[in-house]
């Protein structure tokens, strides 16, 4: 796993270079929101259980997915769904902490769509799903912090593409 620190400072070593004005302007941003973070990581564990929920409840309940025949039913496959999403939101917040998404590469992405594809997971209501996440993060904590969760919601997306 890699953090926005890391990163800058692993690409300037590979050159046995000191970091160059842009890098250091890079460290500033992530320095700066350091606060920004921290806060929204701890409002999110705080509610995760609910944001999940709410999602949910926007996105899939009473749609095919939920209904007989459909991915979620079943109260094992349901838990599995739900179980996934936590697993999207709790790394999403590690990667927002980590200001940096390798993480979610390492631990989430990694087979994950071909695992979906053998089991018959629907990636559409999948990424529905997530996308009601990241609207309902937004809401709980604010539009800044809210921004930068959903470059690593959309990253999860992009990667179940
Ligand atoms: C931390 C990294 C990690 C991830 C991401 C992960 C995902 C993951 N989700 C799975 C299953 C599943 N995932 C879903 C999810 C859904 N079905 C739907 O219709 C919804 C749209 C969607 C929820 C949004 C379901 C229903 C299953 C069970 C499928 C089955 O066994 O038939 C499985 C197969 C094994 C199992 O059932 O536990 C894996 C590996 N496991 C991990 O260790």
Redesign the pocket.
Known sequence: MQDAITSVINSFDVQGKYLDGEAIDKLKGYFATGELRVRAASVISANAAAIVKEAVAKS?LYSD?TRPG???YTTR?YA??IR??D?YLR?STYAMLAGDPSILDE??LNG?KE?YNS?G??IG??VQ?IQAMKEVTAGLVGADAGQEMGVYFDYICSGLS
């Open positions: 899939l997915v459909g991915n979620m496959r599995a769904c996934d999403l697993y790394y631990r989430v994950l695992t089991l997971v629907p209501s999948t799903a």
